[in-house]
Every structure is written in structure tokens, then in C-alpha cells.
């Protein structure tokens, strides 16, 4: 029985030259090995991806998203770029005050950005529990398994080798369990490789997981984005289809200079502040001095006075300067009107000037 044994060795493992393992195991390692080179890369990678912050990443990588199923977590622990803008906003927003188109416009704008905020974290805690988690599972137990499986065959073929050129030297039977353990190591490695390979649509699986919450996240963060733009939208329109009330204070203070008919004489008073404060003195005090060159209407005329200079940007529009009166003759629509000044008629709109003496209806 000793001799046949030696015989069925020896023709199994053919002369003292090391043992090889037969080219579909070596496929099926290479492709293994790619594998998990892939996984623990994506893995990195996808974690970058959702948080750029490294300390953010590292509250992210502990996560429990067990807890988080449980309802005992409401966010990853850490604030969202998103919603740390969305509080800025607010607070500036606040101090701004509700007379304020801008400052509305901020509170709008933050409230959308916290909205973010919170779609963002139910992507990182998705995406933790539905790939990350899956993914590291296979690293640490699928793969590390394989891994220790294939460092065992290596002892065991190094082994078988070591007693195969000592054939003869040692029991045959010691030489046989040298085998057996071999075939049975790259039995059990095999397996748990193709195992790995045959199932890879559950990494499929994950990658989808990974692509819903993403969608999810997205679709989300547009309908915030769409309301967010529908209401800013609307706040430019409101605003430039009535007056910009919030610089009349600055008219009525130069009107109250005066009576109308001195109101001339009031300019170079309004305007003195300026002179001593202004480094363009001389450009600043040219404007009272202009004014009164101009042409003035009877006050009892539908006229205006100009806030600000308006400088006439296409063909029939009426260009005038701080302080100028101009006579209405005509309204167009809620925002501009017609006038005359010094013997020139045309369009101007109705924010840059103060209306002293109405049209009649």
C-alpha cells in the first residue's frame, strides 16, 4: 500500500520541480485582486466625495447608520457647508431688517440653503448605510477571507514542496497530508473566490443604492433651488414695478429747505457737507451751481424733480441731473413717464425722479 501511495504521488506531482496552481486559479486571483483594489479605492474616493472635509470625512467614516434606522441620530454629526451659508444669510438677513429688499431676499435664500443642508445629510447617511457600509463589509470579511485562504495555500504549497523533494526521506504518509492539505486549501480558496465573482451583482446592487440617493438628493435640492429662484424672481418684480421708496427720505429733506420757491437757494446748503468731505470737491459743487441755468417750470405745472442724474442710454429718452425740474406732459406706464426740459422732451423713468405736482387723472 506504502508503494502505490508513493506511485500515485509522484505521478500527481511529477518530479521535484515546484508546484503550480493551474492557470483558471490564476485568472480567478488576478481577478479578485482587481476587485478588491476597486472596492477599497471607490470606497475612499466616494467618501471624499460627499465630504470634502477631512474632519467631516472622519465623522462620517465612524457613522453608525444603525442608529441613525433607529431614529437615535439626526444628522452625521457634523455641519453642511450648505447650512452654515444658510445661517450667515439669515443672520445678515435679520440685521438687514424686513425694509429691506436685500435682507429678505437673504432670509428666503437661507432658509433654502438649511433646506440643503438637511437633503445633503440624509445623502451622506443613504449613501453610508446603503454602499459605504456594504462595500467596507465586503473588504473587511468577503475579501480578507479570500485573502487569508490564499496566504494558508501558499504555507501549504510551500510545505508540500519542501516534503515532495524529500520523498523517500520521510514517511509516505506525511507526504500524502502534505498534499491533501494543499488540494483542500485550494479547494476551500477557489471556492470562496468564485463565490466573490458569481455574486458580484449584489456590488450592482450597491452601486444603484448609491446612484437612487444621489437622484434623491438631487431631485430634492432642485425643487428647493426652483421655489428658492420663483421667489427671488418675484421680489425683482415687485421691486421694479413700484417707486424705490426707500430713497424718498432724501428728497423731502431738500424740499423741506425751503419753500418751493427758494428751493434754488437750498441746493448750495444740501450741497456744502459734500464739498468738505469729498475729495471730488469741485465736481460735487458744479451740480447746484448748473441747476439754476436751468429753465425752471411754474410749480403749479404737473412737474418733477430728479434724484439722480439719468443719462439717456437710447434714442428718445430725456437726460437730466440731480436737482433738475422737469415738466410732465405724459405718464407711459407704471415706471416711466414723458417730460420736457429746457425745450427737450422724452422718456425717463418715474425712480429717478420725486413728483412734486401730480398729472391730472
Given at each position: 500500500?506504502?508503494?502505490?501511495?508513493?506511485?500515485?504521488?509522484?505521478?500527481?506531482?511529477?518530479?521535484?520541480?515546484?508546484?503550480?496552481?493551474?492557470?483558471?486559479?490564476?485568472?480567478?486571483?488576478?481577478?479578485?485582486?482587481?476587485?478588491?483594489?476597486?472596492?477599497?479605492?471607490?470606497?475612499?474616493?466616494?467618501?471624499?466625495?460627499?465630504?470634502?472635509?477631512?474632519?467631516?470625512?472622519?465623522?462620517?467614516?465612524?457613522?453608525?447608520?444603525?442608529?441613525?434606522?433607529?431614529?437615535?441620530?439626526?444628522?452625521?454629526?457634523?455641519?453642511?457647508?450648505?447650512?452654515?451659508?444658510?445661517?450667515?444669510?439669515?443672520?445678515?438677513?435679520?440685521?438687514?431688517?424686513?425694509?429691506?429688499?436685500?435682507?429678505?431676499?437673504?432670509?428666503?435664500?437661507?432658509?433654502?440653503?438649511?433646506?440643503?443642508?438637511?437633503?445633503?445629510?440624509?445623502?451622506?447617511?443613504?449613501?453610508?448605510?446603503?454602499?459605504?457600509?456594504?462595500?467596507?463589509?465586503?473588504?473587511?470579511?468577503?475579501?480578507?477571507?479570500?485573502?487569508?485562504?490564499?496566504?494558508?495555500?501558499?504555507?501549504?504549497?510551500?510545505?508540500?514542496?519542501?516534503?515532495?523533494?524529500?520523498?523517500?526521506?520521510?514517511?509516505?504518509?506525511?507526504?500524502?497530508?502534505?498534499?491533501?492539505?494543499?488540494?483542500?486549501?485550494?479547494?476551500?480558496?477557489?471556492?470562496?473566490?468564485?463565490?466573490?465573482?458569481?455574486?458580484?451583482?449584489?456590488?450592482?446592487?450597491?452601486?444603484?443604492?448609491?446612484?437612487?440617493?444621489?437622484?434623491?438628493?438631487?431631485?430634492?435640492?432642485?425643487?428647493?433651488?426652483?421655489?428658492?429662484?420663483?421667489?427671488?424672481?418675484?421680489?425683482?418684480?415687485?421691486?421694479?414695478?413700484?417707486?424705490?421708496?426707500?430713497?424718498?427720505?432724501?428728497?423731502r429733506e431738500l424740499l423741506d429747505l425751503g419753500e418751493p420757491e427758494?428751493?434754488?437757494?437750498?441746493?448750495?446748503?444740501?450741497?456744502?457737507?459734500?464739498?468738505?468731505?469729498?475729495?471730488?470737491?469741485?465736481?460735487?459743487?458744479?451740480?447746484?451751481?448748473?441747476?439754476?441755468?436751468?429753465?425752471?417750470?411754474?410749480?403749479?405745472?404737473?412737474?418733477?424733480?430728479?434724484?439722480?442724474?439719468?443719462?439717456?442710454?437710447?434714442?428718445?429718452?430725456?437726460?437730466?441731473?440731480?436737482?433738475?425740474?422737469?415738466?410732465?406732459?405724459?405718464?407711459?406706464?407704471?415706471?416711466?413717464?414723458?417730460?420736457?426740459?429746457?425745450?427737450?422732451?422724452?422718456?425717463?423713468?418715474?425712480?429717478?425722479?420725486?413728483?412734486?405736482?401730480?398729472?391730472?387723472?
Amino acid at each position: 500500500v506504502g508503494r502505490a501511495g508513493i506511485k500515485l504521488v509522484s505521478e500527481k506531482v511529477g518530479g521535484a520541480e515546484g508546484t503550480k496552481l493551474d492557470d483558471d486559479f490564476k485568472e480567478m486571483e488576478k481577478k479578485v485582486d482587481v476587485t478588491s483594489k476597486a472596492v477599497t479605492e471607490v470606497l475612499a474616493r466616494t467618501i471624499e466625495y460627499l465630504q470634502p472635509n477631512p474632519a467631516s470625512r472622519a465623522k462620517l467614516t465612524m457613522l453608525n447608520t444603525v442608529s441613525k434606522i433607529r431614529g437615535q441620530v439626526k444628522n452625521p454629526g457634523y455641519p453642511q457647508s450648505e447650512g452654515l451659508l444658510g445661517e450667515c444669510m439669515i443672520r445678515h438677513g435679520k440685521e438687514l431688517g424686513g425694509e429691506s429688499n436685500f435682507g429678505d431676499a437673504l432670509l428666503d435664500a437661507g432658509e433654502s440653503m438649511k433646506r440643503l443642508a438637511e437633503v445633503k445629510d440624509s445623502l451622506d447617511i443613504e449613501v453610508k448605510q446603503n454602499f459605504i457600509d456594504p462595500l467596507q463589509n465586503l473588504c473587511d470579511k468577503d475579501l480578507k477571507e479570500i485573502q487569508h485562504h490564499l496566504k494558508k495555500l501558499e504555507g501549504r504549497r510551500l510545505d508540500f514542496d519542501y516534503k515532495k523533494k524529500r520523498q523517500g526521506k520521510i514517511p509516505d504518509e506525511e507526504l500524502r497530508q502534505a498534499m491533501e492539505k494543499f488540494e483542500e486549501s485550494k479547494e476551500v480558496a477557489e471556492t470562496s473566490m468564485h463565490h466573490l465573482l458569481e455574486t458580484d451583482i449584489e456590488q450592482v446592487s450597491q452601486l444603484s443604492a448609491l446612484v437612487d440617493a444621489q437622484l434623491d438628493y438631487h431631485r430634492q435640492a432642485v425643487q428647493i433651488l426652483d421655489e428658492l429662484a420663483d421667489k427671488l424672481k418675484r421680489r425683482m418684480r415687485e421691486a421694479s414695478s413700484r417707486p424705490k421708496r426707500e430713497y424718498k427720505p432724501k428728497p423731502r429733506e431738500l424740499l423741506d429747505l425751503g419753500e418751493p420757491e427758494q428751493s434754488n437757494g437750498g441746493f448750495p446748503c444740501a450741497a456744502a457737507p459734500k464739498i468738505t468731505a469729498a475729495s471730488s470737491s469741485f465736481r460735487s459743487s458744479d451740480k447746484p451751481v448748473r441747476t439754476p441755468s436751468r429753465s425752471m417750470p411754474p410749480l403749479d405745472q404737473p412737474s418733477c424733480k430728479a434724484l439722480y442724474d439719468f443719462e439717456p442710454e437710447n434714442d428718445g429718452e430725456l437726460g437730466f441731473h440731480e436737482g433738475d425740474i422737469i415738466t410732465l406732459t405724459n405718464q407711459i406706464d407704471e415706471n416711466w413717464y414723458e417730460g420736457m426740459l429746457d425745450g427737450q422732451s422724452g422718456f425717463f423713468p418715474l425712480s429717478y425722479v420725486e413728483v412734486l405736482v401730480p398729472l391730472p387723472q
